[in-house]
């Protein structure tokens, strides 16, 4: 069992792959990223994933989610999802769909039921700009082709005020007609990615501006969820809201992280991490590693700031660049 001081459980890591993407989003890469950055390479080999995610599993984690970076970029990714389907764990991934076509089979053989996909405006053009690269009509299309093979697509959709906040409505239209469940996600400080409070669009405000257009219910939530969840009357999906600036849910945080390069964060914003993958390499006992990084786990946002977004100074927070975590 892996419970902090807060008497709070953790079952489910996610686990970073790489911190190599093939796009290039401006909220999530350091905007000063060093040149021959994506080379630098001391990612944990597929045989350390697998023994690292057997002992998380080993003490009591029930869902592992593959991220990055791009997990899909990966040249072993298709080994590392087959490697760790056998546990007994519900095995999850978050991309930002380029790939997924190729991965169809494999994820099936996985059994992968949900997949989480990137997409942040229903506009081509917005996109490629947001991205850096021109992929929309590809992640649409694969979009399509999960939700062919009966997959449950949840959609991750970062809201920067200024930039796609107005779209809200159209994501929600979206839901209408196809079973995706579209998250808008609060926009998170991270190292380089030029985060100010003026360009959060909060929870509330996301509310309001659904509201004028929609009539909404409420869904349950679940202890664990890190989102709130809305339907529309009628409509095949739902939306819903991951208010990490405006509503943090840290008391109902299970989650624990691993980078690519086998460092254990206990938070997204923690200033800590805990070396698992040289303990590894030099034969250690990783397990009080690992218990001692979750009981080390602050109450809330990595000890680094507040509720109180709309003061907070982001350059005072001491964390990596989002691609270099694993969000
Ligand atoms: N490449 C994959 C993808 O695009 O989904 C996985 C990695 S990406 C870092 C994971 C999630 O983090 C994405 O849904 C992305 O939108 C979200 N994310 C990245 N930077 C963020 C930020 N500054 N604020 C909020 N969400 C962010």
Known sequence: MLKDTFNRDHHYLRISLTDKCNLRCSYCNPVDLPKGYFAHSNKMSVDEIDTIAGTFVQLGIKKIRLTGGEPLVRKDAKEIIRRLSKYPVELAITTNGVFVHEFIEVFQQ???????????????????????????????QNIGLLLKNNFRVKINTVVIKGVNEHEL??????????????????????????????????????????????????????????????AVAGH????????????????????????????????????????????????????????????SKDEMLGGQFSTAYEKLDSSKINNRSMINIGG
């Open 110 to 140: 996985a059994g992968l039921q949900s997949v989480n996909v990137s997409l942040d405006s229903l506009k081509k053009d917005t996109n490629t700009l947001i991205t850096g690269r021109d992929e929309f009509d590809r992640v649409i």
């Open 169 to 230: 409505p159209h994501f929600v239209e979206w839901t209408k007609h196809e079973p995706v469940h579209v998250r808008f996600i609060e926009f998170m400080p991270f190292t380089g990615n030029q985060w100010s409070r003026e360009k959060v669009f909060s929870h509330d405000e996301m509310l309001q501006l659904i509201a004028k257009q929609y009539a909404f219910i409420n869904l349950p939530n679940k202890k664990h969820d890190t989102d709130k969840k809305y």
């Open 236 to 295: 095949q999906g739902t939306f819903a809201i991951i208010s990490t600036m405006s509503r943090p849910f840290c008391s109902g945080c299970n989650r624990l992280r691993l980078t690519t390069d086998g460092k254990m964060k206990n938070c997204l914003f923690s200033k800590s991490e805990v070396d698992i993958l040289s303990a590894l390499r030099s034969g250690s006992d990783i397990v009080p590693l690992i218990k001692q990084c979750v009981w």
